[in-house]
């Protein structure tokens, strides 16, 4: 046998040991993948960086086109308004100015087709055309048109029309649209943009033209539009459009995007391979010392190492080494307490944990304690807050006929308590044993508490003599809770006792006695404030009312079904919340037979 107890103690030793380093080894393995999870510092600066250094080219390649961007689009633009003062030479005042009245009339309804086709056919108006398309291919423009614009019509801009594409108020005098079949003829008309008609109202009103630039982008790509107006004698009688596509500007924004990107990247890189070297030789190596100096700490069981010492860089990494390097003395210290605190906590805890069986252990705890008495039920549980209490109950039998009842509740928690606890239990049980009165006990350990009592404790008493014989309770109240009294067909409820002060509040107090009569099947119940002031997560009470409704749910019940009973609901109605106070309950209940109403001896069944 003992052999084989030998062997099994060393396999499960064994076996302790393998799951053990199996622990270790998975541990180590968990760390690793972390370790593999996380990002360096210098891998974080570096992305930082090139994060920035992308965000600051983006900028100013964006600040760049833009300037560019408006800088060609105005050469362009004035480039068009030259060759609209250029075309406006190929006309001499007269001619324009009858061109644009025949075509007004013509296209207002005034006159017929007679004056439009005999302009069309003159050669002076196709040697002006011939002029003008010679021009437009000088230029590289899309297209230079000469127009008149139905002002009334350009002014009533009719959106559902223009929807249609039935508000037309440019009429053509002619038209040298690089596209010889797409061409106007002289007579047609033709609409305008809508963001464009405030711009040439304007420049109809005014005769200037507008600065801003009429932009627009079609099947051609990007065209700049000059709306050049002619004036006579102070009189806008016609326009000179002219459409430059700007294909060129295009080709140079993307070749001026090209260039930006390509010496962007090449500064950025070197700046980032110069800011990486800088920030690896001054941070990135200083604090990965302090890092592997800190993991040599954990590892060599808090042994500090020297390679905080040797960190000199004079900002705050050489700060941050010497936080570092602090903190690890003060672990050592804390540690160094920690292990004197612990050991004397336990020590502490021992003693408490014996003190807590001696307090126990002076609370009577067999039940049912007088068997051969069977005219009494008594119970009574303390449940205390903390190891040891300040909540005592007590009862004994001062003679054959006669059993004292204590229920107590020391002021304060914890071992000052307890200790007054024992001196107020020891000295009511001997004075009571010598056969005093309730009122005489309690003066009498009233004045005995008083003297040195320098921690100014206090005590309250509920004392009580009952008369086993008679069932008369003869009690007194040193400033504790009210009694609890079921009455026969009525249930429990309070009895209002006058108090009296509590013990060890001043020398001489009286206390006034009072007599009650428990008749067969009657209870008494006494408790501690622990009782109605249990709390739940809300921070209400349990209270009175719900402490004798659980009294009354069990009319019948013996005194430990009945304590037990109170307890689960004060429980149950505490929930999660913590017990601040001690719980301390008893309970007598009259058990002598009683006479029916012929005088017979009748026992109630429970």
Excluded at 593 to 601: A, I, L, S, T, V
Aim: with cysteine; charged share 25%; hydrophobic share 40%.
């Amino acid at each position: 046998m003992e052999g084989h107890f030998v062997r099994e103690k060393k396999t499960v030793r064994e076996e302790a040991e393998k799951k053990e380093t199996e622990k270790e080894e998975t541990g180590k393995k968990e760390a690793g993948k972390k370790r593999q999870g996380r990002l360096g510092l210098a891998f974080k600066f570096i992305l930082g960086l090139s994060i920035v250094g992308v965000c600051i080219m983006a900028g100013m390649a964006a600040a760049g086109v833009s300037a560019y961007w408006q800088s060609i689009t105005w050469q362009y633009n004035e480039i068009a308004y030259q060759t609209a003062r250029t075309a406006e030479g190929y006309f001499t005042g007269e001619q324009l100015a009858g061109y644009a009245d025949a075509v007004y009339r013509y296209c207002t309804g005034q006159t017929g087709r007679e004056e439009i086709d005999r302009i069309a056919e003159s050669e002076s108006y196709l040697r002006t055309k011939e002029q003008l398309d010679r021009l437009r291919s000088a230029m590289q423009a899309n297209d230079i048109f000469v127009f008149v614009f139905d002002i009334d019509l350009l002014k009533n801009f009719d959106q559902e029309a223009y929807d249609r594409m039935e508000w037309n108020p440019i009429y053509y005098i002619t038209d040298s649209y690089h596209i010889e079949e797409e061409q106007f003829s002289i007579g047609d008309s033709s609409a305008v943009l809508k963001d464009y008609v405030q711009d040439c109202i304007r420049a109809y009103e005014t005769g200037v033209h507008a600065d801003n630039y009429f932009i627009s982008e079609g099947e051609f790509g990007y065209n700049t539009s000059a709306m050049y107006p002619v004036v006579q004698d102070g009189r806008t009688v016609a326009f000179i459009g002219v459409e430059i596509p700007m294909s060129t500007l295009q080709g140079n924004v993307r070749s001026y995007l090209v260039r930006t990107i390509l010496v962007g990247s090449a500064i950025t890189l070197l700046l980032l391979a110069a800011a990486t070297w800088f920030l690896m030789r001054t941070l990135v190596v200083p604090v990965r010392q302090v890092a592997r100096a800190a993991g040599m700490f954990v590892k060599n069981n808090n042994a500090i190492p020297d390679a905080l010492r040797g960190i000199r860089t004079g900002d705050e990494i050489q700060l941050l080494s010497e936080s570092v390097l602090k903190m690890e003395e003060d672990i050592n210290s804390y540690i160094e307490n920690l292990t004197r605190v612990t050991a004397e906590k336990e020590r502490i805890g021992a003693e408490l944990d014996v003190a807590a069986h001696i307090q126990a252990d002076m609370l009577p705890g067999i039940f049912p304690p007088y068997p051969d008495r069977k005219e009494i039920d008594i119970y009574a549980v303390m449940t205390p807050a903390r190891e040891v209490g300040g909540d005592f109950y007590d009862f004994f039998l001062v003679d054959d006929d006669h059993l004292a009842l204590v229920m107590a509740d020391v002021s304060g928690k914890g071992v000052p308590a307890a200790l007054f606890m024992v001196i107020a239990k020891t000295l009511i049980k001997n004075r009571a044993q010598m056969g005093a009165s309730p009122g005489e006990v309690l003066e009498s350990v009233n004045n005995q508490l008083c003297e040195n009592n320098e921690s100014e404790m206090f005590v309250t008493v509920w004392l009580g003599i009952y008369e086993l014989s008679t069932g008369r309770l003869t009690a007194a109240n040193a400033g504790h809770e009210y009694p609890a009294v079921r009455r026969n067909g009525e249930g429990f409820s309070l009895y209002r006792d006058r108090h009296g002060l509590v013990l060890a509040g001043m020398e001489n107090s009286r206390y006034r006695e009072y007599e009650l009569t428990l008749e067969p099947g009657e209870a008494v119940f006494v408790y501690t404030d622990g009782v109605p002031e249990a709390t739940d997560a809300c921070e209400r009470l349990f209270g009175t009312d719900r402490m004798l409704q659980a009294l009354n749910d069990r009319p019948e019940a013996s005194a430990q079904e009945l304590l037990l009973h109170v307890k689960a609901k004060i429980d149950r109605f505490a929930g999660s919340a913590p017990q601040f106070d001690d719980i301390t309950m008893l309970c007598l209940a009259n058990r002598n037979e009683r006479k029916d109403h012929e005088g017979n001896n009748a026992r109630r069944d429970h």
